[in-house]
């Protein structure tokens, strides 16, 4: 008989119930709870910090005092100078001109050309010149053959003719003293007596005729220093031709550079007319203007540092040379000029140039920056002091002034504190809190 097992019956499943906002898992709360608290003690810590940068910003001046970058008064070498401007220029300039009037043939050299001296620098027409050199030349000639025609022919043929009349007179005195002695004895005639005197006559005058042609045509006689005489007119006048052809080729005097020019080929020159200026080579000076106010500091013989405008970075050593005795009135300032002792390649005719004449100088002075003296100009200069943490006002006696430093002759001593004289809200008194002092350089 089979067994009959029963079928179990499942009872059906009662319905789950999900609420619309089913709760949050217990860890996902927790979590969100923890980075609140985080955040609110994080913000009380900063609000903290700032409260307590506010007072220290705002409340440590009031009890401490402002924070004050002070200087030092220190001990250096102080030099005193005095700065001026001025420009390049020689001692003198060469003017070239013409000496007489011609028309300009060439200009072998130009405007920046180093000349030397000798050196041409305008070629005039010579043309004419040279013409009048040539007809001095032939008169030269021309009196030179009279001088050796006197000594060759003129004075031979007078003493020829000087003896012959001394022969002739020597033969009419016999004569004559023959008919003289035949008269006075009665043998003779009257009439030949004075025909006798007459010959003498005639052949003492031809005699003196002929001594005197001869003594004329000697050296020292008229006729060989009228022909002296003409010749040295003619060598002078053939002189004064060639160095007005030599006045055709106008040379540099002197070695320098030609710094202008005022003439082409083609131009008509005038005597004295400037054609060209030439910057001798040698001493080169600085010219500068001292207000009349420094005259006093300024001396001759102190040395100096210049420097060109257009080289900034070089200076080169100077003195000073020369002090003009007179004021200009109208700039009420006075003329210096300073001697380059080395003049650097780069200088220029008529540069910019700024010089710094030293003056004065102490040798380990007590200085501290004229900034920062209050009332510099009054008879009682004063300063701030840092004393025990406050300014306080100080007197000074000051004495040299140069590039923003000045010397202190009493009131510091090295070391002081100054607080600069830009803070005009630190007072004498006022509480003050040094930073780290700069030192006076």
Do not use: C
């Not at 900063?46 to 007072?55: D, F, H, P």
């Not at 043998?187 to 007459?198: F, K, L, Q, W």
């Not at 001594?211 to 006689?221: A, D, F, I, M, P």
Request: no cysteine; glycine share 8%.
């Amino acid at each position: 008989m089979a067994t009959v097992h029963p079928i179990p019956v499942t009872p059906p499943k009662k319905p789950v119930l999900v609420p619309a906002n089913p709760p949050q898992p217990e860890h996902v709360e927790v979590k969100k709870f923890k980075w609140s608290r985080v955040w609110f003690w994080l913000t009380g810590a900063l609000a903290a910090i700032g409260i307590a940068l506010l007072a220290w910003v705002y409340g440590a001046p009031l009890v401490l005092g402002p924070v004050v970058t002070v200087t030092s008064v220190v001990r250096t070498n102080l030099l005193q100078t005095l700065v001026a401007s001025g420009h390049i220029e020689t001692p003198f300039r060469v003017s070239v001109s013409s000496r007489i009037a011609g028309v300009v043939a060439r200009i072998p050299v130009s405007e920046g050309d180093t000349v030397a001296e000798g050196d041409t620098l305008i070629v005039l027409d010579d043309s004419e010149a040279r013409a009048s050199v040539l007809q001095d030349e032939g008169q030269v000639a021309q009196a030179k053959a009279r001088i050796r025609q006197i000594r060759e022919l003129t004075l031979p043929i007078a003493e020829q003719a000087l003896g012959g009349a001394k022969a002739t007179l020597m033969n009419a005195q016999q004569i004559y003293d023959r008919a003289a002695k035949l008269s006075r004895s009665g043998v003779g005639t009257r009439a030949a007596r004075e025909e006798a005197e007459r010959a003498l006559t005639i052949a003492r005058t031809q005699s003196g005729e002929a001594e005197l042609q001869v003594l004329t045509n000697r050296s020292g006689g008229s006729d060989y220093v009228l022909a002296e005489t003409q010749l040295a007119q003619a060598q002078a006048g053939l002189a004064a031709a060639k160095v007005r052809l030599g006045y055709t080729e106008i040379k540099a005097e002197r070695a320098g550079v030609l710094i202008s020019r005022s003439v082409e080929a083609g131009n008509v020159t005038q005597p004295g007319i400037e054609l060209m200026q030439l910057s001798p080579v040698g001493d080169v000076q600085i010219v500068v203007q001292i207000d009349e106010k420094n005259l006093g500091l300024v001396a001759i013989g102190q040395d100096a540092l210049a420097s060109a405008d257009a080289y900034g970075k070089q200076t080169f050593p100077v003195k000073v040379a020369f002090i003009n005795p007179a004021v200009d009135l109208q700039r009420a300032s006075v003329e210096v000029k300073l001697k380059v002792i080395n003049p650097p390649d780069y200088i220029r005719q008529d540069m910019t140039v700024s010089v710094d004449i030293g003056v004065a100088s102490r040798q380990q002075a007590l200085v501290m920056e004229f900034a920062d003296i209050h009332d510099p100009a009054s008879d009682a200069p004063w300063v701030l002091k840092l004393i025990d943490g406050h300014a306080k006002r100080q007197t000074v006696k000051v004495g040299l002034i140069s590039s923003g430093k000045v010397e202190i002759l009493s009131g510091l001593v090295e070391g002081d504190k100054i607080v600069p004289a830009t803070l005009t809200a630190v007072v004498d008194g006022s509480k003050i809190r040094p930073a780290t002092a700069a030192s006076t350089p």
